[in-house]
């Protein structure tokens, strides 16, 4: 699919452009046997991808927590940034070129929209990661100040977020205008001056301030009802025995990386750290921490009411199903249960959490982790939210 007939399905008349990305390739990944365990051959090496065109950033901690601690049990597993188009993650599941893709919700339903075949099957965001962004001073807490206004995206494809977490909120979204600012400059774009707002999400936040970018926020972790980003895989793929097995122990992993880093943030910082220097240096221990626990309070949400790491709420799935289809970003209705499914969480939460604890606790921390107070930063957490 073109940009311009992606624009056009999207309904993306409000946006106008300041950089066109390019559509990016990754190399297809090949299968057959590695001599993994039993059942693992079923992918080869099992390929994730990533939404936002890099890798270097925390969001992904439990995948480099788990991989450090051996939590992957032998699979065959391997990460890639994928292009910085939006859409990418799901368009390269469908085809093949990746077996497991993070789309935001807005994302997911683009797929859903355009004849997908795609599940959700391990929602990771179970609170709204998503914020918007403001300079100093002009925020609000009532985003129907936002019409008539200019909000900063880094992807073209970010409208299908903005749009419902707008519209869940009261503001008429025919009246908002979005400009394409380009991935990563847009929060620099609104800094600078441009836009009057700008999306952004929690984790972000902590890395802007390391980049000297300090707005204030509203936020969908404090204010809105909707999911975010999930993993989804092709739909077939559930109908074969093999490749679900394979999944559930791939998730396990997932799973128990996020256990690990909800048991000790520091250490899963420093996993990801060893994994990307730049970062490491951009960032530095303390707004490396505060950007994970950030991402842990999203990722976590209220786990007494869950049925584990990953679980769907189907609830605020289908609050969101309603709301798009509403606003006329999915023609057809959509039942949650029909593309969202828990069937692998049982068998990814199915680990010793004594153990991972044991794992996490034991970790020796570097000099700088080890000098943080976690407690205090978690206090300081929504300091920069629109008051």
Same mark, same amino acid.
């Given at each position: 699919?073109?940009?311009?007939?992606?624009?056009?399905?999207a309904?993306?008349?409000?946006?106008?452009?300041?950089q066109? *990305?390019? !559509?990016?390739?990754?190399?297809?990944?090949?299968?057959?046997a590695?001599?993994?365990?039993?059942?693992?051959?079923?992918?080869?090496?099992?390929?994730?991808?990533?939404?936002?065109?890099?890798?270097?950033?925390?969001?992904d901690?439990?995948?480099?927590?788990?991989?450090?601690?051996g939590?992957?049990?032998g699979l065959?597993?391997?990460?890639?940034?994928?292009?910085? #188009?939006? *859409?990418? *993650?799901?368009?390269?599941?469908?085809?093949g070129?990746?077996?497991?893709?993070?789309?935001?919700?807005?994302?997911?339903?683009?797929?859903?929209?355009?004849?997908?075949?795609?599940?959700?099957?391990?929602?990771?965001?179970?609170?709204?990661?998503?914020?918007?962004?403001?300079?100093?001073?002009?925020?609000?807490?009532?985003?129907?100040?936002?019409e008539?206004?200019?909000?900063?995206?880094?992807?073209?494809?970010w409208?299908?977020?903005? #749009?419902?977490?707008?519209?869940?909120?009261?503001?008429?979204?025919?009246?908002?205008?979005?400009?394409?600012?380009?991935?990563?400059?847009?929060?620099?774009?609104? !800094?600078?001056?441009?836009? #009057?707002?700008?999306?952004?999400?929690?984790?972000?936040?902590?890395?802007?301030?390391?980049?000297?970018?300090?707005?204030?926020?509203?936020?969908?972790?404090?204010?809105?009802?909707?999911?975010?980003? *999930?993993?989804?895989?092709?739909?077939?793929?559930?109908?074969?025995?093999?490749?679900?097995?394979?999944?559930?122990r791939?998730l396990?992993?997932?799973?128990?990386?996020?256990?690990?880093?909800?048991?000790?943030?520091?250490? !899963?910082?420093?996993?990801?750290?060893?994994?990307?220097?730049?970062?490491?240096?951009?960032?530095?221990?303390?707004?490396?921490?505060?950007?994970?626990?950030q991402?842990?309070?999203?990722?976590?949400?209220?786990?007494d009411?869950?049925?584990?790491?990953?679980?769907?709420?189907m609830?605020s799935?289908?609050?969101?199903?309603?709301?798009?289809?509403?606003?006329?970003?999915?023609?057809?209705?959509?039942?949650?249960?029909?593309v969202?499914?828990?069937?692998?969480?049982?068998?990814?939460?199915?680990?010793?959490k004594?153990?991972?604890?044991?794992?996490?606790?034991?970790?020796?921390?570097?000099e700088?982790?080890?000098a943080?107070?976690?407690e205090?930063?978690?206090?300081?957490?929504?300091?920069?939210?629109?008051?």
């Amino acid at each position: 699919m073109t940009k311009d007939n992606f624009i056009q399905q999207a309904g993306m008349s409000r946006r106008t452009f300041l950089q066109v *990305t390019g !559509a990016g390739l990754v190399t297809a990944t090949a299968l057959g046997a590695t001599g993994l365990r039993a059942r693992a051959e079923a992918y080869g090496k099992f390929t994730w991808i990533s939404p936002r065109g890099t890798l270097e950033v925390l969001d992904d901690y439990p995948y480099w927590a788990a991989k450090k601690a051996g939590y992957f049990d032998g699979l065959d597993t391997d990460m890639q940034p994928g292009p910085s #188009d939006g *859409t990418a *993650t799901v368009k390269f599941v469908d085809v093949g070129q990746a077996d497991m893709g993070f789309p935001s919700p807005g994302v997911f339903s683009f797929a859903i929209q355009n004849g997908m075949k795609l599940k959700s099957v391990f929602h990771m965001g179970t609170r709204d990661t998503f914020s918007i962004a403001f300079r100093k001073g002009e925020g609000s807490n009532d985003l129907k100040k936002l019409e008539g206004k200019t909000i900063l995206l880094g992807s073209a494809a970010w409208q299908s977020i903005t #749009d419902p977490l707008l519209a869940a909120q009261g503001v008429d979204i025919k009246k908002v205008k979005y400009v394409e600012a380009g991935w990563p400059t847009w929060g620099t774009a609104l !800094a600078g001056g441009q836009g #009057d707002a700008a999306l952004s999400w929690e984790g972000l936040r902590a890395e802007w301030i390391a980049k000297g970018l300090d707005f204030e926020y509203w936020l969908g972790v404090k204010n809105s009802k909707l999911p975010a980003n *999930t993993f989804v895989v092709r739909a077939a793929d559930l109908e074969d025995p093999d490749k679900k097995a394979f999944l559930e122990r791939y998730l396990r992993g997932w799973a128990m990386g996020l256990e690990f880093g909800y048991q000790n943030p520091r250490a !899963a910082v420093e996993a990801v750290f060893e994994q990307f220097p730049t970062l490491a240096k951009n960032l530095g221990p303390e707004l490396g921490t505060t950007s994970i626990l950030q991402q842990i309070n999203v990722f976590r949400g209220d786990m007494d009411k869950r049925g584990g790491w990953g679980s769907h709420d189907m609830a605020s799935w289908q609050g969101f199903f309603d709301e798009i289809h509403k606003i006329g970003q999915i023609t057809n209705p959509v039942k949650a249960e029909d593309v969202c499914s828990n069937d692998l969480i049982p068998a990814a939460n199915d680990f010793d959490k004594a153990k991972v604890k044991a794992d996490a606790d034991g970790v020796k921390l570097s000099e700088g982790f080890a000098a943080l107070d976690v407690e205090k930063i978690k206090a300081h957490l929504f300091d920069s939210a629109v008051k």
